[in-house]
């Protein structure tokens, strides 16, 4: 199976065309702020509506931490958003696995739906914490590391000139 090609953006991930985009979600699923809230807001209320019905079935508790999940993109330009919960930084604990996690588990529900293009943030960069740098080094090396039967490009949708340049340094590497 081959990698996916990696490509790099600098902006607004809600305003993105592509198969599915990844919600750098809380466990709640019920929306919240950075990317969390601006997919929310921009896609409208069926997103909302799914996740409620993911939380009511499969999910009580909550999306465990590196997990993936997909709704519809109600009107985002996407046909899917995939929700991750990506790892709080921690200076004590190495929690770099589970950030991987989130990479490698939306790449295989991005397979299951049938998405040729997948959008990424820089998840768990904003009120998570997470170093750039760090961030960058992960998500990139693990879509290099994974495998897809269907995926064909993973595109970084990265808020700002500091994200970007991060990503596209690890990515000249």
């Given at each position: 199976?081959?990698?996916?090609?990696?490509?790099?953006q600098?902006?607004?991930?809600?305003?993105?065309?592509?198969?599915?985009?990844?919600?750098?979600?809380?466990?709640?699923?019920?929306?919240?702020?950075?990317?969390?809230?601006?997919?929310?807001?921009?896609?409208?209320?069926?997103?909302?509506?799914?996740?409620?019905?993911?939380r009511?079935?499969?999910?009580?508790?909550?999306?465990?931490?590196g997990?993936?999940?997909?709704?519809?993109?109600?009107?985002?330009?996407?046909?899917?958003?995939?929700?991750t919960?990506?790892?709080?930084?921690?200076?004590?604990?190495d929690?770099?696995?589970?950030?991987?996690?989130?990479?490698?588990?939306?790449?295989?529900?991005?397979?299951?739906?049938?998405?040729h293009?997948?959008?990424?943030?820089?998840?768990?960069?904003g009120?998570?914490?997470?170093?750039?740098?760090?961030?960058?080094?992960?998500?990139?090396?693990?879509?290099?590391?994974?495998?897809?039967?269907?995926?064909?490009?993973?595109?970084?949708?990265?808020?700002?000139?500091?994200?970007?340049?991060?990503?596209?340094?690890r990515l000249?590497?």
């Amino acid at each position: 199976m081959p990698i996916p090609r990696i490509t790099l953006q600098e902006g607004d991930i809600t305003k993105v065309a592509a198969d599915a985009i990844v919600n750098a979600a809380n466990s709640s699923l019920l929306g919240g702020g950075g990317v969390d809230g601006a997919i929310h807001r921009a896609g409208g209320p069926q997103i909302l509506q799914e996740c409620r019905a993911l939380r009511a079935s499969h999910y009580g508790k909550g999306l465990p931490t590196g997990q993936a999940v997909a709704t519809s993109a109600g009107r985002l330009p996407a046909r899917w958003v995939i929700h991750t919960v990506g790892p709080v930084y921690s200076t004590t604990e190495d929690r770099s696995e589970l950030l991987a996690a989130c990479h490698r588990n939306s790449l295989r529900v991005a397979d299951e739906l049938g998405a040729h293009t997948v959008a990424f943030p820089a998840i768990s960069t904003g009120i998570f914490g997470w170093p750039l740098q760090d961030a960058a080094r992960i998500a990139i090396g693990t879509v290099r590391e994974t495998e897809c039967a269907v995926v064909r490009e993973v595109r970084f949708v990265l808020f700002g000139a500091d994200a970007y340049n991060y990503f596209k340094t690890r990515l000249d590497r």
